[in-house]
């Protein structure tokens, strides 16, 4: 008849026996799968919890899957909370990175954003958030992490505050710079003046050319207005010619020429005192009444080294009287040196009543010359600032050009100036002035 009925339920019931094993096989690998799933779900729970960091795995709509301890403090959702169908976006502070949050789910691309959250127990945070995407299974995960940068942001803050402040200093020290800028501008504009009136007061080649065959003058000042002067004056047939080197330069030295211009019209013009040496000793005495020197030991010692010469045209003698400085004849071929008295006009009395200051005499013949200085020349510092030229190479210059013309004279004092001064600064006013009879 066949094969029995009872072969064929044996066949079925082996094969069903085999398939329910397999069946059984394959549970018992997925529950050990899933347990390792678990057992992994939880390890991560547990590194994502002992983390700093803020860790959150929502979908994509946002929604809370998983939260971290540190999440949860930060957003002061409690413990025991179940987070089923909270959106994370939700929570102040957060919703301003939605956008952020959407554009890079609906990308399935990292982002990164910042954003300050104010928890519900009064909490404030700077978090760094950054978006990362997970496609399992048609399931789309995004793993939020923040990562608090509060310190990092009270830095910047504080940076920001000390540039608006060094922003704000400097803005005031630019406005204090304007206005140095202008009162050095108006100082200078001053001072500018200032010498344009000390220049109207010097004499002209012109006003003594008729009692010299010739002169020269090199004068060059070490600031805008100098404390070096020269004055020329005239009575009858007799020209007087002085140089002067004032205590200090610039305007300080500058008052003081102004001072000692005035004196010396007083002197000359006015009183006719005619005597060189009595003229400085008068120029002495009227200082320091000016100056409020005569009865202090402790009184400011301003004055002026000067140097007057008297020549009578009608006689044609040279009288000359010396206040601390030297003067060279040049005459019969020889350049003569006439010696200085030791008292300066003003200033130190070295424990006299009253300064004496020679007298010299000379004849004086057709091309004879007499030079006058202040001992800024011969008192400049080298290129090196390490020596001065002194008198005698000084003398050695003058000496060199007695026989020149006059333009020629003053052309050689000032190449052997600028040669031995070379890039340095110039340190005193200079006055060297050549007079031909």
């Known amino acids: 008849m066949g094969v029995s009925f009872y072969a064929i339920f044996f066949f079925v019931n082996r094969a069903n026996k085999k398939y329910l094993n397999k069946l059984l096989k394959r549970y018992r690998k997925l529950g050990k799968e899933n347990s390792k799933l678990v057992n992994n779900y939880k390890l991560m729970s547990l590194v994502a919890d002992t983390t700093d960091n803020l860790v959150a795995i929502t979908n994509n709509k946002g929604s809370i899957i998983y939260i971290n301890r540190a999440f949860r403090e ?45 928890n519900r127990r009064g909490f404030r945070y700077w978090l760094q958030v950054s978006f990362s995407h997970s496609v399992l299974n048609d399931n789309h995960y995004v793993v939020v992490m923040a990562t608090n940068i509060n310190d990092l942001k009270y830095a910047e803050e504080e940076i920001s505050q000390q540039r608006e402040e060094l922003m704000v200093q400097g803005e005031q020290l630019e406005a204090m710079n304007t206005e140095l800028e202008n009162i050095n501008q108006l100082t200078t504009d001053s001072i500018t003046y200032a010498q344009r009136i000390q220049s109207a007061l010097l004499p002209r080649k012109d006003d003594y050319s008729q009692f010299l065959r010739d002169t020269f003058l090199f004068f060059r000042h070490r600031d805008i207005v100098s404390g070096d002067f020269y004055w020329y004056g005239e009575v009858d047939d007799k020209a007087f010619f002085v140089e002067s080197d ?111 200051f020679d007298l010299h005499r000379f004849s004086i013949a057709d091309g004879d010359l007499l030079y006058f200085f202040s001992d800024g020349y011969r008192d400049q510092y080298n290129e090196d600032e390490t020596e001065k030229m002194m008198q005698p190479r000084f003398k050695s210059i003058i000496s060199q050009i007695c026989k020149l013309e006059m333009d020629k004279q003053r052309d050689f004092i000032e190449e052997q100036f600028d040669s031995w001064r070379g890039g340095t600064r110039q340190y005193d006013d200079v006055i060297v002035w050549g007079l031909k009879f």
Do not use: W
């Open 74 to 118: 930060a957003l002061a959702i409690p413990l025991n909370q179940s987070t089923d169908g909270i959106q994370l976006f939700d929570y102040e502070g957060l919703d301003k990175i939605l956008d952020i949050f959407e554009d890079s789910v609906e990308r399935i691309q990292n982002a990164k954003s910042e954003v300050f959250l104010t």
């Open 246 to 356: 004032c205590t200090g330069h610039g305007v300080p030295g500058a008052l003081m020429a102004t001072i000692g211009n005035t004196l010396l019209n007083e002197i000359i013009i006015s009183e006719r005192i005619f005597n060189p040496a009595i003229i400085l000793k008068e120029l002495d005495r009227k200082i320091r009444i000016v100056l409020r020197q005569e009865n202090s030991i402790t009184a400011q010692q301003d004055g002026m080294d000067m140097s007057i010469a008297l020549y009578d045209l009608e006689t044609r003698e040279l009288s000359v009287s010396l206040a601390n400085q030297f003067a060279f004849l040049y005459t019969n071929n020889e350049l003569i040196e006439i010696p200085a008295s030791l008292h300066s006009i003003g200033g130190d009395m070295f424990g006299e009543s009253a300064p004496i």
